[in-house]
């Protein structure tokens, strides 16, 4: 009798039209529940960690900028002072050369003065 009931049952459900069963095949599509991947807190300390972050990065951008303008002004102080080494390099040859002997009896002649043997006095040079 049990299974003349299920026959029964099997051949009582109406047949719905074809539009219909297709929307009844369609799968349901649960949306999932959103999960808060992170907190408010972690988000707070997640703002604060990029800002500490960008402020060092400016800073050590900044330090990095005045060590390139020092070592500019540096090489600049470096090339005078190697200019005027030059210089007195350039200079202490020329008083090497205007003070030998024979220069300066030259222009003690030109000048007319004599040598006197009495009043001459030897000095040690350096």
Known sequence: MALRARQVYVQQQPELPQHQ??????????KKPKLKFFSVQEKFLFVIFTVIVASFAVSILHTQGEIQTLSMEIQSIERDIAEVNNNNTDLKVQVSERSTHQRIWEKAKELGL?????????????
């Open 114 to 126: 004599t040598l006197n043997e009495k009043n001459v006095k030897v000095v040690p040079g350096e």
């Open 21 to 30: 069963q297709q929307e009844q095949r369609q799968p349901v599509v649960r």
